[in-house]
T-cell receptor, first 112, second 114 residues
């Protein structure tokens, strides 16, 4: 089975901090994704990557950046955390092409 | 732009009753369609997918879904719901040629009464 591991289940940070969320997958998937999930809004794509060092903006990239230095690892960075970035963050990975995405268990991030 | 609509925010059914969760999509080409389930505190788990072929697809946990092109729908069904099916369900549409990006609906929360 595919395993997507997010480094933290719960995280509390302060406004203005630089925050790193880490995601690792163990199935050699080309594609990796970061979503945020908010009640009533479903999942919204922040960034995705289709290869090492390659990235594309999703629907809500403002205030975020990403890094993919190795194929198995995809990091989401909040450059200067704000309270409106309090949310559940989900990482996913997939093979290339139209393939199902496999999700981690999520990181619930609170910005105080 | 593509979109996915799940018109029911919250549904309550009795254990043993049948279930149908609605999903409508808006997309110009033949869609790739998915249903995911999310239990509390967990990530999303794939229930089933439709890429092509038979419009009735079977998934895990006894779920099935039917693709109806004329209605732009991909409704999820289960003949007899179990209490453990209480969760949030997401429909998603895949976009061709864009690194398997998915557009998700806003979800339907299922409550099961005993």
């Amino acid at each position: 089975d595919v395993k997507v591991t997010q480094s933290s289940r719960y995280l509390v940070k302060r406004t203005g901090e630089k925050v790193f969320l880490e995601c690792v997958q163990d199935m050699d998937h080309e594609n990796m994704f970061w979503y945020r999930q908010d009640p009533g809004l479903g999942l919204r794509l922040i960034y995705f990557s289709y290869d090492v060092k390659m990235k594309e903006k999703g629907d809500i990239p403002e205030g975020y950046s990403v890094s993919r230095e190795k194929k198995e690892r995809f990091s989401l960075i909040l450059e200067s955390a704000s309270t409106n970035q309090t949310s559940m963050y989900l990482c996913a990975s997939s093979l290339t092409g139209i393939q199902p995405q496999h999700f981690g268990d999520g990181t619930r991030l609170s910005i105080l | 732009a593509q979109s996915v609509t799940q018109p029911d925010i919250h549904i309550t059914v009795s254990e043993g009753a049948s279930l149908e969760l609605r999903c409508n999509y808006s997309y110009g080409a033949t869609p790739y369609l998915f249903w995911y389930v999310q239990s509390p505190g967990q990530g999303l788990q794939l229930l089933l997918k439709y890429f092509s072929g038979d419009t009735l697809v079977q998934g895990i946990k006894g779920f099935e879904a039917e693709f109806k092109r004329s209605q732009s729908s991909f409704n999820l069904r289960k003949p007899s719901v179990h209490w453990s099916d209480a969760a949030e369900y997401f429909c998603a549409v895949g976009l061709t040629g864009t690194a398997s990006k998915l557009t998700f609906g806003t979800g339907t929360r299922l409550q099961v009464t005993l």
